[in-house]
């Protein structure tokens, strides 16, 4: 709150949530089994938990040009139907489905698999898929879909600096979302979940712990948490 305290909200609504945005000054959290929870008032009171129709999970949400982009797809539930889900919002409780595809293709590899996350910025939402798919969107709802080998194992992405920057296994970096150039660590490979910059320098982290820093994207050395 303003004041600085942390409160735990208890709600089973609130379990397996993975993703997290803010804009139009509301928040907007998706998680497993396609759960969206949003709130425009008291943090502490106001959630909504609108039904999208999407039971697949929810991996990844960002907030650009007025509308939330919400990615995801893939069920850990065996029984249920794989399937690639972008949906948009503008206020977090109603929702669009506007992408729909049983996954998305390597157009190199033959590859499949799909999109766990998605980011924004210059103007753009950015998609990704660890089988090595960008797929680019100005406003949620016309996707254009581009392969790229650079992208291959990585399924998280950020808008870090002046560029997009996607983690995982590697670091793979794009100005435009379209051409990636991936890096090679001088660190023991972790999986790296999210990236920021303040414009100079550049960090990337994991869950092992472990922390990766460059200063110019190229040359990237890992430091001790």
Known sequence: NAGGAVTS??????????????GNDTFVAVGKSGRVSANAGDLENDWQFPNIGFTNNLTGIAFGNGVFVAVGGYSTNETALQTVGIFTSANGTNWTRTFTAPAVTNATTAEIGYVTD????????????????????????????????????????SYAGDRFVATGLAIAYSLDGEKWFRVILNAPEQPLNAAASDGKLYLAVGSVPSLVVTTNQLEWTAATL
Do not use: Y
């Open 9 to 22: 909200r208890n709600n089973d609504k609130f379990d397996d949530l993975l993703g997290v945005a803010f």
């Open 118 to 157: 998605v980011a924004f910025g210059d103007g753009k939402f950015v998609a990704v898929s660890p089988a090595g798919v960008a797929l680019v969107s100005t406003n949620g709802t016309d996707w254009t879909t581009f392969t790229s080998p650079g992208l291959l194992t990585l399924s998280r992405v």
